[in-house]
């Protein structure tokens, strides 16, 4: 299983990004996907969720701001990003319980400044 993450760059304070994470290559079961990122000096952290059934869980700095979503025909989660803060700027990662293990896709920038 290969995941590919794309979405990520420059916006202002306030702005808006989306994020993509499609998933390819034989996938035989899902348990979930999410997003996690991790800034300069900081431990990776989850930022979002969603579980097969289609519960999500979301990290308590972006609820209300950030919304992920799967569209599984495309075998792709997308992390809708809105008001977007400063301290959100990070490597976003995103990955996959699949066939019984974790997947990580290679990150993808995301920069937040005026």
């Known amino acids: 299983v290969q995941l590919q993450a794309s979405g990520g760059g420059l916006v202002q304070p306030g702005g808006s990004l989306r994020l993509s994470c499609i998933a390819s290559?034989?996938?035989?079961?899902?348990?979930?996907r999410g997003w996690y990122r991790q800034a300069p000096g900081q431990q990776r952290e989850l930022v979002a969720r969603i579980l097969s059934g289609g519960d999500t869980v979301y990290a308590d700095s972006v609820k209300g701001r950030f919304t992920i979503s799967r569209d599984s025909d495309k075998n792709t989660v997308y992390l809708q990003m809105n008001s977007l803060k400063p301290e959100d700027a990070a490597v976003y990662y995103c990955a996959a319980n699949m066939n019984g293990r974790v997947y990580w896709g290679q990150g993808t920038q995301v920069t937040v400044s005026s």
């Open positions: 290559g034989n996938i035989f079961s899902e348990d979930a």
